[in-house]
C-alpha cells in the first residue's frame, strides 16, 4: 500500500506556482521522497526527489518539513503542459528501492 | 535524466497468443527494472521487480508463469505475456533503476509504456 496522502485534484491558473502537497507521516529515517507525474497515456516522469533537505531542479522545489512527515512539490511557472497526475512515493533508496505508486493528485493547469 | 526505451509503444494480439515487451536503458546500466500494469483510471500496479542475472521477484498475485521476465543484460529486460487473454488487456510500464548498492540517493526513469490489447 502507498504510505502517503495527496488531494486526489487541484487547479492552477497558467504562469502561477502550483504547490502540491503530500503528507507522509509514516516515512522512516532512510526513505527517501520521490515526485514523478505521469501526463495521459504517457510513462511517469521523474521530477525531483529528497531525504530531509530542500531540493530544487530545472523543472520543480521540493520543500520537505524538519519533521519529515509532509512534503510540497512545488512548480514555480505552471503551464498548461504541466497538466498531468502528480505521484508522490516515499521509498528508500539502493538495493531495497521500491516505487509503490498511489492515486495521486491530478493537477489542472487553467488557462 | 537518463532514457528508457519499451518497444512496442502498443500492440493487438489475438487471445491465447503470446507478447513479447521490451525494456532499454539507453545511457546507463540497469541491474534492476520493474515492471509495471496500468488500468484505465487507475494507478501504476507493480508486478514485478527484474534482476539482471537472476529471477524475478514478483508481487503477490502476479503469476510468474504467465508473466515471463528475462533480464539477460545490464540494459535489456523483456515481460512476455503468454497465452494472453483480454483481461490482460491493459498498458505495461517498464522503469530502469539508476544508481544501486550502497549508494542509497537512486532514481527510476520510465518507459514510454506499452498498450497491449487482446482481441
Known amino acids: 500500500d502507498a504510505k502517503t496522502t495527496q488531494p486526489p485534484s487541484m487547479d492552477c491558473a497558467e504562469g502561477r506556482a502550483a504547490n502540491l502537497p503530500c503528507n507522509h507521516s509514516?516515512?522512516?529515517?532512510?526513505?527517501?521522497v520521490y515526485w514523478y507525474r505521469q501526463i495521459h497515456s504517457q510513462g511517469p516522469q521523474y521530477i525531483i526527489h529528497?531525504?530531509?533537505n530542500n531540493e530544487t531542479n530545472e523543472m520543480a522545489s521540493l520543500i520537505i518539513t524538519e519533521d519529515r512527515k509532509s512534503s510540497t512539490l512545488i512548480l514555480p511557472h505552471a503551464t498548461l503542459r504541466d497538466t498531468a497526475v502528480y505521484y508522490c512515493i516515499v521509498s528508500t533508496g539502493g538495493s531495497n528501492y521500491k516505487l509503490t505508486f498511489g492515486k495521486g493528485t491530478l493537477l489542472t493547469v487553467n488557462p | 535524466g537518463a532514457v528508457v526505451s519499451q518497444h512496442p509503444s502498443w500492440v493487438i494480439c489475438k487471445s491465447g497468443t503470446s507478447v513479447k515487451i521490451e525494456c532499454r536503458s539507453l545511457?546507463?546500466?540497469?541491474?534492476?527494472m520493474f515492471w509495471y500494469r496500468q488500468f484505465p483510471k487507475q494507478s501504476l500496479m507493480l508486478m514485478a521487480t527484474s534482476n539482471e542475472g537472476s529471477k524475478a521477484t514478483y508481487e503477490q498475485g502476479v503469476e510468474k508463469d504467465k508473466f515471463l521476465i528475462n533480464h539477460a543484460s545490464l540494459t535489456l529486460s523483456t515481460l512476455t505475456v503468454t497465452s494472453a487473454h483480454p483481461e490482460d488487456s491493459s498498458f505495461y510500464i517498464c522503469s530502469a533503476l539508476k544508481g544501486r548498492g550502497k549508494n542509497m540517493n537512486t532514481e527510476a526513469f520510465f518507459g514510454q509504456g506499452t498498450r497491449l490489447t487482446v482481441v
Open positions: 509514516t516515512i522512516s529515517g532512510n526513505e527517501y
Open positions: 545511457d546507463f546500466q540497469a541491474t534492476t
Open positions: 529528497g531525504l530531509k
